[in-house]
């Protein structure tokens, strides 16, 4: 079984920065992409970061909302993805999620979605 693990998420300040981790048990290699999702109060789970995994051409790819302020970058020695968080603003409060899709291979073909537990973000004015 595959666990996502994530980390970093907390209480801060308007304008501040948060930096969350995501580490797996499987290695980022095995993985088709990976990223990170939000749900905010009463919102739907949207998606706010991917990052092609190792055996996957791509570039990243960020929601307009986040785009500039955000950055997802990974690190393959240490299996681990990260979502630096910068300029955060109130409407970013959420709890965000680690995921992860993994390419099924034999006759069935298809994929799988891994989720982390997710981390508690909270942006106060």
């Known amino acids: 079984q595959v666990r996502l693990v994530e980390s970093g998420g907390g209480l801060v300040q308007a304008g501040g920065s948060l930096r969350l981790s995501c580490a797996s048990s499987?290695?980022?290699?095995?993985?088709?992409?990976m990223g990170w999702y939000r749900q905010a109060p009463g919102k739907q789970r949207e998606q706010v970061a991917l990052?092609?995994?190792?055996?996957?051409?791509?570039?990243?790819s960020y929601a307009d909302s986040v785009k500039g302020p955000f950055t997802i970058s990974r690190d393959d020695a240490k299996n681990t993805v990260y979502l630096q968080m910068t300029s955060l603003k109130p409407e970013d409060t959420a709890v965000y999620y680690c995921?992860?899709?993994?390419?099924?291979?034999?006759?069935?073909?298809?994929?799988?979605?891994?989720w982390g537990q997710g981390t508690p973000v909270t942006v106060s004015s």
């Open positions: 995921y992860a899709n993994q390419l099924l291979g034999g006759l069935n073909g298809g994929s799988y979605d891994y």
């Open positions: 499987a290695s980022i290699s095995s993985f088709n992409v």
């Open positions: 990052i092609p995994g190792g055996n996957s051409a791509g570039s990243t």
